[in-house]
């Protein structure tokens, strides 16, 4: 309390004004903020720079010539062949998954909500391998539908539509749990609105709902793409690993290192390497103009 003497010669008590708190953080002692510096520079250079710079190293290794003849070989164009045919596939799909299933879990009210939600966190819960496995046992030749798919000559495993289906069964929440707590946060007062003035619900959606989610669903779009891409564990499952026809790229990474073909495993890598820092690059940009949308 401050106490001030009035005209009247009364003394007033008055409340001490709240002096701000300092921040322990600025009050620290530099060294301890450079130690923290130094440290998470040391885990970072260990756990992610140093392993890109072995393999791009590697790729190199022997030469100029043997990289571009690893990428250039008849199986490498086929498995990025695949790759981008199952990206391509698996993305589209995915978008319009997430984009409905954020619009159903976020603005209605309905039973078994909860269900969904676990149902769309499951292949976050799920390991590829079981995911992959679980494609074998309902398309597999002794599977639940093996022997009618067999009759029609339909095949799924080991074979592109496999790849496709445990592709998208793995990537399939990333565009809905970016949209998901966006759509939250907006709420629903826009699209109410909009209806009481007489639009409709594909004019509320393309004038109203998009804008306002257009940067957090690129976002969710690239995280996507970049793990139908870098897939390995179910696509392996379900693929039969047959070279030139269901090799993707990880998988043809694997054949070549096992195959003791160093370089040339290391230079496919390399390639989905420039594919995921493009991708980082991408997301980096998405993630600095999002607070601002």
């Not at 339909?154 to 793995?170: E, H, Q, R």
Request: charged share 15%.
């Amino acid at each position: 309390m401050v106490k001030e003497e009035a005209a009247n010669g009364l003394v007033v008590a008055r409340p001490r004004p709240n002096r701000p708190r300092a921040n322990r953080a600025v009050d620290e002692a530099p060294w301890v903020k450079w130690i923290l510096i130094l440290s998470a520079a040391l885990l970072l250079g260990w756990l992610l720079i140093l392993p890109l710079i072995v393999v791009l190293t590697q790729a190199l290794k022997q030469g100029w010539g043997v990289y571009v003849a690893a990428l250039t070989d008849a199986d490498a164009l086929s498995a990025l062949r695949l790759t981008l045919l199952v990206a391509l596939i698996t993305v589209p799909l995915n978008t319009i998954f997430g984009v409905a299933a954020a619009w159903l879990l976020t603005k209605f009210q309905f039973r078994g909500k909860s269900i969904l939600v676990t149902l769309v966190d499951l292949p976050f819960a799920v390991s590829p391998v079981v995911g992959g496995l679980m494609y074998v046992l309902v398309f597999g030749a002794q599977g639940w539908l093996g022997p009618w798919l067999q009759e029609h000559d339909i095949k799924i495993i080991f074979a592109v539509p496999g790849i496709v289906l445990a592709t998208l069964f793995i990537t399939f929440p990333f565009v809905a749990r970016e949209l998901i707590p966006l759509m939250e946060d907006q709420g629903t007062q826009e699209e109410e609105a909009a209806i009481t003035l007489g639009a409709k619900g594909w004019r509320v959606f393309w004038q109203v709902t998009l804008p306002n989610i257009k940067w957090g669903l690129l976002y969710g779009i690239i995280l996507c793409n970049a793990r139908a891409m870098g897939e390995f564990g179910a696509v392996s499952v379900v693929s039969g690993h047959i070279r030139g026809e269901t090799n993707t790229l990880p998988l043809h990474v694997e054949i070549l290192y096992n195959e003791y073909q160093f370089s040339a495993s290391f230079a496919v890598a390399s390639l989905l390497l420039l594919l995921a820092l493009a991708t980082l690059i991408v997301k980096s940009w998405l993630s600095s103009r999002l607070p601002r949308s």
